[in-house]
Each structure stands twice: as C-alpha cells, then as structure tokens.
C-alpha cells in the first residue's frame, strides 16, 4: 500500500471512530412520562374556581397571592400526578387563554442538554418552580405554544401533596389529552414527533376533505395531545373551542347525571348535549366563564370497534 492511500485509510479509521465516540457522548432525550399539566388564563378567576370547584368538583392545592391578599394563581388537582392552573392575567396580545402545555420529565436538566445538541434554542436554564418546586424547562413549539418540562422534586408539592386534595366530587381523576392550535402539521410532527418522540396513532376529519386533528401520544406514557389543524387562525377570543382539555371519565351519560345534580348546574346556564365524536367515542363538551372547552370523554368507542384514521389532505 502506497503513502496516499495508507493516509487515506488512517483519515478514514480516524473519522469512523470520532463519529463513534461523538454518537456515544451525544446526549439522549430523557422519558416524557406524561402530561404533568396544563395553565389558563382566566379572566376572572373567582367565577373560574366556582366552576371548577362547585360543578366539575375539584380543589386547590396550592395558590399564588398578591400582596393585598388576591389570588393571581390557583392549582386544582387532577390526582397526584396532574393539574391544572388556571392565572388571574390577561393573555399576551393575539394570544388566546391557553397559557402553557407541560409535560412531565425523568430528568429535566437532560432534557436541556438534548434540545441544545439538536439545535434548539434554549431561552431559559432549568429553573425551580416557585410554586410547585419542581425543576422546569421551558420552550416554544413551532406555533409558539409555550410547551413546559417538569421534573418533580421530593420536597416539592406533588410529593407534599400525595393523596389529599382529592375528593370524591372530581368528575373525572385523568387528563385523557390537550388541544392546541396548530398551523403547519409538518413542522409540528417534526417537532413532537421526530424531535420528542411522540408517536401518532389517529387523524380525524369532521368533514372528510379536510384534516382536523392529529393524535400524538408521549413516548413514554399513554396521556396524548391533539393537534387542531385550521386554514384560518380564529381570533384570540373565539379559540377557547380549540384549546381545550379532555378528562377521561367511565361514563359519559352518568357524568351528566352527577353534573345535573349539583347546585353550580343552576347556574352554568349552557347547553348539555353529549354526542358521539368522530373518533366514535362519546363525549361532553362543557365551557368555562371565558369560553375554555373541557371536554369530558370514554376511552373506547360506543360501538367497540376502532375508527380508522381520515386520509384527508390537512389544511393550507
């Protein structure tokens, strides 16, 4: 073998071993477990809580106050391990009342190293959560949803918290899935898909030409968020049936008696109609003071049998 091309074999040798080694210190995502939560901004946050708190029957665990003694932020347990909060703030300008979409994290100083060596920009280093004492890292998804990783900590609140905080009027003890807007389907599977590891399994359309939503289940768990795809962004005030929850519960129709029972229902002063969605599974969809969707939802079809997933072309 001549000089050059003992050169180039060592070039290459060299090269092949520093890819290795770079493939092997390059660091990998940690599990995405769930959601951990989701935050709204409430424009008044006293009506808010009579209707989490009197007609879907949950309790606070935890919440911030002004130094005159108002409440700015309230947390109301789902079970140990979710919540929603709900902020006494007005939206950023164009913003609806979606505030944050988070999820929880095996590690989330793991996770900073990761999206830094895929290329994301990081804006904030991982931080404790003042409220919950969780360790948190926050970025933007392609539309601009803040989307929030939670590591929880042993002295924080979900440890404090464990098994108090849950009575037995909660409608529901699951966050099944989270709504949110989406406008470019590609770039947001790329991102939750390719970048996070969330797996699709369903695509549904309400009118069979058009795509509406896409399912994508965390890596590491079975909770799953809803991309809902439009042509047209609806304004701030009339996105609230978009940006949604959707809490699991076994029976829709005793859900209702239940909700009817109770004295807020006398008060809630909207229509009750349970229905059979697209992907054959009965729900109940039920509006906040400023018109949040909570969508209350069977994990199985009325009938048992799966629903195949549209194959219509999504929105321009």
């Known amino acids: 073998m001549n000089r050059s091309k003992r050169l180039a074999a060592i070039c290459t040798i060299v090269f092949t071993c520093a890819l290795t080694i770079q493939a092997q210190t390059a660091p990998t995502r940690p599990k995405i477990l769930g959601i951990s939560h989701v935050g709204f901004f409430v424009s008044d946050l006293p009506k808010a809580l009579d209707f989490w708190h009197g007609l879907l029957g949950y309790n606070e665990s935890a919440e911030d106050k002004n130094p005159d003694g108002s409440i700015t932020d309230a947390i109301l347990k789902i079970n140990d391990h979710q919540f929603v909060e709900l902020s006494n703030l007005q939206p950023p300008p164009g913003s609806g009342h979606l505030n944050r979409i988070a999820f929880t994290v095996s590690s989330a100083e793991q996770m900073h190293l990761y999206l830094i060596s895929r290329g994301i920009q990081v804006a904030t280093p991982v931080l404790k959560n003042v409220t919950t004492g969780d360790l948190t890292l ?8 803040l989307v929030e990783f939670d590591e929880p900590q042993p002295d924080g609140l979900e440890a404090r918290t464990t098994g ?27 991102f939750y898909g390719d970048l996070l590891g969330f797996q699709e399994f369903w695509r549904g359309s309400s009118n069979g030409t058009q795509l509406s939503w896409i399912d994508m289940q965390v890596p590491d768990g079975k909770d799953y968020v809803e991309f809902m795809l439009y042509r047209d962004l609806p304004p701030p005030d009339k996105r609230g049936g978009q940006e ?18 109770r004295p807020a229902f006398q008060t809630y002063g909207k229509p009750v109609a349970p229905h059979t969605g697209v992907n054959g599974k009965r729900q109940l969809n039920l509006f906040d003071p400023d018109g949040t969707r909570v969508e209350l939802m069977e994990s199985e079809t009325a009938n048992g049998k799966p629903v195949p997933p549209s194959t219509a072309p999504p929105p321009n």
Not at 138 to 145: A, F, L, Q
Not at 248 to 255: E, F, H, I, M, Y
């Open 138 to 145: 926050t970025i933007k998804d392609p539309d601009g949803n």
């Open 244 to 261: 949604h929850i959707s809490l699991l519960v076994p029976d829709v129709a005793k859900s209702i008696n239940v909700l009817e029972a």
């Open 164 to 190: 108090k905080f849950l009575p037995a009027t909660r409608i529901s003890d699951s966050i099944y899935h989270l709504g949110f807007l989406v406008g470019n389907s590609e770039k947001s599977i790329k």
